[in-house]
């Protein structure tokens, strides 16, 4: 896919979910939490980290503050099996986008998504919007509308 068809892909699935809110494309690389808040000029905590890991072959979603590491105990935990991060490939098929630009919303299937309660501190946070050149804002609770993701205690 190419990458503005990535970044429309995830206009429609915001705008088809109601999301008041503009994709950013930056000319510098938002591949990484530390890069993205760079870009926008906020702290990495407000960035978020879109995680993709498999469960008993089932791929879901961790959405991450961007100042924590994801405990796979806990996600283990949740999820009822042992859970890896998915390889890249994985991630491009369960979500449609490739590492870096993953967006919390949009995928490819449908995946049960767990959002990092660290997240909802913020009055906004800012997410992938498919490539490692795109990010937008939204208000944490409209993450969790959107997502329909369950705020948990995730980090490590
Ligand atoms: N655009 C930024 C900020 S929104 C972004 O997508 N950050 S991210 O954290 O969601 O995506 C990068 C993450 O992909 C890394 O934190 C890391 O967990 C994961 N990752 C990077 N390389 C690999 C790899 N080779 N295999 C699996 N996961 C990887």
């Not at 915001?14 to 000319?27: C, M, N, Q, S, W």
């Not at 906020?42 to 980290?49: G, L």
Request: charge should be negative; aromatic fraction near 6%.
């Amino acid at each position: 896919m190419s990458a503005s068809l990535a970044v429309e892909r995830v206009r429609a699935a915001l705008r088809e979910k109601g999301v008041d809110t503009e994709i950013v494309e930056f000319a510098q690389s938002t591949r990484t939490a530390q890069e993205a808040a760079d870009a926008i000029g906020t702290s990495v905590a407000q960035i978020v980290k879109s995680l993709v890991f498999v469960a008993g072959g089932r791929p879901f979603l961790a959405l991450v503050s961007g100042a924590n590491q994801a405990d796979t105990d806990k996600l283990a935990a949740l999820m009822g099996a042992p859970v890896e991060r998915a390889d890249a490939r994985t991630v491009r098929e369960a979500t449609g986008f490739a590492i870096g630009g993953v967006p919390p919303v949009g995928h490819a299937t449908s995946l049960v998504t767990f959002i990092d309660q660290d997240l909802l501190q913020f009055e906004e946070v800012y997410a992938a919007a498919g490539t490692p050149h795109a990010i937008f804002r939204i208000a944490p609770q409209e993450l969790v509308r959107i997502t329909g993701g369950r705020v948990v205690a995730l980090a490590r």
